[in-house]
């Protein structure tokens, strides 16, 4: 909850040691009483005056909005509940490095017998802040290099620089993010960026140049972002044994794209969830305010978990998308969906699933994926109430399937194509849960259903990710 710091009601006892001298040897003079302060735990109170000391370049302005729900508290433990609250929303703001909150009886001439101070001591952050740290992917790391000015202009603004280095991609860009003062949800930012990236398994390097800007806002219990993004797409042959269809695909391309996500989460951890529902939806527009690239897409994703008996959890997802081309001029391989490995459908290779020219995999327009998991205590329960509890038993089965669309077959046509030769497989694992960051997974799998051109993983595979089926 943080510190709170209040003025003590109560008198300090006054008993000290023996000294050897009789009550009957003194002549006591009883001192005037003082009146009792009231305990003001159950009794009305107002806030008078709310103060935050320790301010220098932040605009007092934004804090009104976040502070100002303590003047409606009506008790002392309501003052102390909505102080925290407070304090919470400007930790919230991302510009200081501590916030203490101090309650005292009011003062002054003004000052009202049930009336009370409050005052809120932060601490800002450096005008300039640095970061390194680590970053796990979908079965990929990263190295990240972070420079960052927080409140900028006073008013929770911040503007970051960050360059990266993984496994399979190098990325550096400069963003500036502008909350909404009194609403921190709605928030608007603006990205510069450059992304290298290697993907095997099409033997492709793609090298992405762009600009972007989000508008994010709630609506009820769901959150929403708007964003437009304009980047110039570069595509080459990651080897030379690369497929013809790959080395057709290669070259400079144009897109410029309206999108939208919709997020409703009520899950206790995105990571490992014992309980609550996720749903994503998410619908993007290409080639009406310009660039050659020309399609709609659409994906979604739900996920339920129930808690069981003995600390198991029940969990079942569901993915799905399709991508439509608008015009006569094919969807790229850079904008189709890829299916398979330790993240997706497990006891597969990394998007080894669907349409392949010469071992390299090209992607599909649509498909679906489903999973149901059962996540229980380590055997035995060693560690309980420790680093024990980071581990879970995992026993999953997964189905999916990924394919091309022939647009003049009708929607009935792709939907049987996307129920035939359905991939599918079973086993059971160990997940470790790397706070609320990441997770590790090692599971023995089992693969069925496999079909001419996919490359499988029999046995033991090993999965580090941030989004799973």
């Known amino acids: 909850m943080g510190t709170v710091h209040a003025r003590s009601l109560d008198p300090l006892p ?28 159950n009794k009305d109170v107002v806030v008078q005056h709310v103060h935050v000391d ?25 003052v102390m509940k909505k102080s925290h609250d407070a304090r919470q929303r400007l930790l919230r703001l991302g510009i200081f490095r501590q916030v203490e909150v101090v309650i005292d009886t009011a003062e002054g001439v003004d000052a009202l017998p049930n009336g009370l101070d409050v005052t809120f001591e932060v601490k800002e952050l450096r005008r300039m802040t640095g970061s390194y740290n680590t970053m796990v992917g979908n079965n ?23 360059f990266s280095y993984g496994t399979k991609e190098t990325s ?21 960026y450059k992304v290298t990236g290697q993907f095997p398994w099409s033997s492709l390097r793609e090298t992405d140049r762009g600009i972007s800007t989000e508008f994010s806002f709630p609506i009820w219990r769901t959150n929403h972002t708007l964003k437009w993004e304009g980047v110039w797409r570069e595509l080459g042959c990651l080897a030379r044994t690369a497929s013809f269809a790959v080395r057709e695909e290669s070259g400079h391309s144009l897109k410029s794209s309206l999108s939208h996500a919709m997020v409703i989460d009520t899950r206790n951890s995105p990571i ?82 669907g349409p392949q020219s010469e071992g390299d995999y090209l ?18 329960r060693p560690g309980r109430g420790g680093f ?53 997974e090692l599971n023995y799998c089992i693969p069925m259903g ?20």
Request: glycine share 12%; aromatic share 12%; charged share 20%.
């Open 272 to 353: 490992l969830p014992k309980k609550g529902a996720l749903l994503k939806i998410n619908q993007e527009l290409a080639g009406y305010t310009g660039g050659d690239a020309s399609f709609l897409k659409e994906d979604f994703e739900i996920q339920l978990n129930k808690r069981l008996f003995w600390d198991s959890v029940l969990s079942a997802s569901l993915w799905g998308g399709m991508l439509l081309a608008i015009g006569e001029k094919p969807t790229s391989i850079c904008d189709r969906f890829y299916l398979g490995g330790p993240t997706s459908v497990r006891g597969f290779s990394m998007y080894s699933i």
């Open 140 to 162: 990929e790391g990263s190295m990240v290099l972070g420079l960052k000015l927080p409140n900028i202009f006073g008013r929770a603004e911040k503007l970051t620089f960050q």
């Open 54 to 78: 320790g301010l220098g370049r932040t605009k007092e302005d934004i804090l009104t909005y976040e502070i100002a729900d303590v003047f409606r508290a009506k008790n002392l433990i309501d």
């Open 450 to 469: 496999v079909q001419s051109g996919d490359r499988i993983c029999d046995g033991v595979q090993f999965g580090a990710g941030i989004r799973f089926l």
């Open 388 to 440: 024990g509890d980071l581990f879970r038993t995992h026993f999953f089965l997964n189905a999916g399937n990924l394919c091309n669309l022939n647009y003049g077959e009708g929607p009935r046509a792709h939907l049987s194509k996307l129920a035939e030769c359905i991939r599918w497989s079973y086993g059971a694992g160990i997940v470790l849960r790397l706070g609320n960051i990441a997770r590790l």
């Open 363 to 380: 992607g599909g327009e649509a498909y679906w994926a489903g999973g149901l998991h059962l996540y229980t205590p380590l055997p035995f």
């Open 14 to 41: 006054m008993q000290g040691p023996e000294l050897g001298v009789q009550a009957d040897d003194l002549d006591l003079v009883e001192p005037e009483r003082e009146p009792q302060q009231e305990v003001l735990e």
């Open 172 to 192: 550096y860009g400069l963003s500036f993010f502008k909350p909404q003062p009194g609403h921190f949800e709605r928030n608007f930012s603006i990205n510069i």
